[in-house]
């Protein structure tokens, strides 16, 4: 590469594990590591304020990073990533293990870096993430691409969407399962909730999905089977990545991406 030290210029990483020193604390490793990427004293400093009070840390800016919960350290990382503020961000799996609350903070980080211009690549285990962030995405199967696309895209390419059913008594699950099964010949999913499941509706029927919710409904009704709710929608990517390669994301096997704005990845395979 003949520009690699302007590429590298251009390009961060956050990776799944911190890289700041926990034993300085928030305010000295941004300082330190703007030093080092060629700031001067003072405009470190500065940027290291701008970025502890952007990302909901200037309480914790004096605090030795060893005692930072695992969203803070998530958040000081990437701050450390865009000092100087990149055109492609790297991020490694940014929330594994993190609480909802923390999850949801990192979240409305990489939104804001996008839209500062910034393109993130990111590699997550959590496919409802990748549907949060994600205005593309490739999905990997032992390290081979399968699919690529939007999630509009991705969901349509693997049915018309899927109805989930709440039933009046657990004991007529099994019979609902079949009448769905035979009606539709789709896939029917038991639910934990022993009243509920869902049906995956096929993409290629003639029929609309509401049309043939609404026939499950009948067939349903004549079968004596009382339904108490129903809901019908896309298929979650958790399904799509189902169909695509018949085992879920839970077996160390496989993987999904997701680009532009954000990727996903299994940690096993990338």
Known sequence: MREADAVRGRVSLTGQY?????????????????????????????????????????????????????????????????????????????????DPRSRNQVWDIVRAV???????????????????????????????????????????????????????????RPEAERVLRDLLIAEVQPEPDPVALTARLGAAASDTAADQAAKALAELARAGITVDSFSLGQPSLDEVFLALTGHDTGTGRSAAEGGSGTDTKDEVTA
């Open 18 to 98: 911190a890289s700041v020193d926990e034993d300085l604390t928030g305010t000295e490793n941004l300082v330190l590591l703007g030093r080092l990427l060629g700031h001067g004293k003072a405009a470190a400093r500065e940027r290291s304020e701008q970025l502890l009070a952007a990302f909901g840390l200037t309480e914790a800016a004096a605090k030795q990073v060893k005692h930072y919960s695992g969203g803070m350290r998530r958040r000081i990382d990437i701050a450390a990533s865009i000092l100087n503020t990149p055109d492609l961000l790297f991020l490694d799996e940014p929330t594994t293990g993190l």
């Open 114 to 172: 996008v839209a500062q211009g910034t393109t993130v690549l990111l590699t997550t285990q959590y496919l409802d993430e990748a549907d949060q962030l994600a205005s593309r995405i490739a999905v990997i199967d032992q390290g081979r691409v399968i699919a690529e696309g939007t999630k509009g895209e991705l969901k349509a390419s693997v049915g018309a969407g899927s109805v989930h059913l709440r039933l009046r008594e657990a004991r007529e």
